[in-house]
């Protein structure tokens, strides 16, 4: 049921590794990256709640619930990754990473709601975290081939390296491969006939979506208004490692910028590395988090997973061995297995059935918004707070990560029944 979400998260994992080098490969500037970046949050902010509220109005007999949305949502994801190589300038990339970002969102929020969908409240926690296990192998993969394609593939083709035509190419074939297994081996659940009832006899319309999203915010249970600002502090911090992850290790191992860019390759391939080491990190804890999560609760989980990932972005900066990086990033790949599944064991019980997609969809928001937010003001605290030095956008992440383990363990949410 999940092998799908694989090829989805190694695209998502050129995205975080790959795009802000190729940024920079084209000439932009470290204040410049953050509203480059913009195309991720503002597409999930506008694609994952319509297409949950969408989905969840949707039944074909033949096509189903929610895999025709992640099946176009893939189907996006190759065109781009096939296309971005190609990229001739700073704007024809940005533009390409828009809709990169669309294709990707739409097919991630429906696959959120299909685990909602099939499982008892028993198998819940496994089945989010064995997305988690398929978001660190995803990304573990697509961040290899960052370190292991230079090696073997060298030389520029156009105004990139040769090796990211390689790494985009192959994105494509596992965004699409991946998702139609998927599709091939999952049977989703029909509604019962009182639910396929009241789908013919809703009104549709063009606003009915944007309609549904707004009545699902205004009935929208305690819980959530709680998690949306940890996802706040949460979110904003990775949005700043991902776009200064490279530039700090260069800076912190080889003393370099992007204008040697020579060297700066080795630091981009090294970041790679470090950056499929905490995702292998992720799917080797995924499913120890769920036996924790039973056992104490999903809350305090969160909590101690982002409590370490922030230690490891406070130290990251301040490292000049570059094996020593792995061991500080581990602390992020523990955290990122919980973040990546935990939470959502926090309101699925608080959330009817029938609007599993229409909520996952605002879940997603609660993502997006605070990254909109970092790409309109990262730039500006960047360059005027933090000496326009990745390495302080790296330690700003860490404290930002304090601030989401403090208000994590101020949720109050009843533990998830997983024997109801």
Not at 63 to 69: A, V
Not at 120 to 125: A, K, R, S, T
Not at 196 to 210: C, D, I, K, Q, T
Not at 368 to 396: E, H, S
């Amino acid at each position: 049921m999940n092998v799908g979400f694989f090829g989805i998260q190694y695209s998502f994992g050129l995205q975080q590794s790959a795009v802000t080098p190729i940024y920079d490969f084209l000439g932009a500037t470290p204040d410049q990256i953050p509203i480059l970046h913009l195309a991720g949050p503002v597409t999930g902010l506008l694609v994952q709640p319509i297409i949950g509220a969408m989905s969840d109005k949707t039944w074909s007999p033949k096509f189903g619930r929610r895999k025709p949305y992640f099946l176009i949502g893939a189907l996006l994801c190759s065109v781009s990754l096939l296309l971005f190589p190609f990229s001739s300038s700073l704007w024809m990339a940005a533009g390409l990473l828009w809709i990169l970002d669309a294709g990707n969102n739409t097919a991630m929020e429906p696959y959120r709601a299909l685990i909602a969908d099939k499982l008892i409240p028993e198998q819940q926690p496994t089945g989010f975290q064995m997305q988690s296990f398929f978001t660190g192998l995803g990304q573990v993969l697509a961040n290899l081939s960052i370190v292991v394609f230079p090696i073997f593939i060298i030389g520029k083709t156009g105004s990139l390296p040769t090796w990211v035509y390689a790494s985009f190419f192959l994105g494509a074939a596992f965004s699409i491969g991946s998702v139609l297994w998927s599709n091939s081996k999952t049977e989703e659940i029909p509604p019962t006939d009182k639910e396929l009832a009241l789908m013919r006899a809703e009104r549709r319309s063009f606003l009915g979506p944007l309609i549904e999203i707004v009545s699902a915010i205004k009935d929208m249970p305690k819980v959530m208004w709680q998690l949306a600002l940890v996802y706040f502090f949460q979110w904003y911090a990775l949005f700043c490692y991902w776009q200064n992850a490279s530039k700090s290790v260069a800076l912190s191992v080889w003393n370099v910028t992007p204008a040697n860019e020579e060297v700066y390759n080795e630091a981009v391939s090294w970041t790679g590395l470090i950056n499929g080491w905490y995702n292998v990190v992720t799917f080797l804890v995924a499913f120890a988090l769920v036996g924790f999560a039973k056992k104490y609760s999903p809350k305090l989980v969160h909590a101690v997973c982002l409590l370490l990932a922030a230690a490891g972005f406070l130290v990251f900066p301040h490292i000049s061995d570059k094996s020593f990086l792995l061991f500080a990033i581990t602390g992020f790949g523990i955290g990122w297995a919980s973040m990546m599944g935990i939470p959502y064991l926090m309101v699925i019980s608080n959330i009817p059935k029938e609007r599993y997609g229409v909520y996952m969809g605002i879940i997603n928001m609660m993502i997006v918004i605070p990254m909109i937010f970092q790409t309109l003001t990262f730039g500006f605290v960047l360059k005027n707070f933090l000496g326009n030095d990745p390495r302080n956008a790296i330690t700003f992440a860490g404290a930002l990560l304090i601030l989401a383990t403090i208000v994590t363990l101020f949720i109050q949410s009843r533990k998830p029944s997983l024997h109801e």
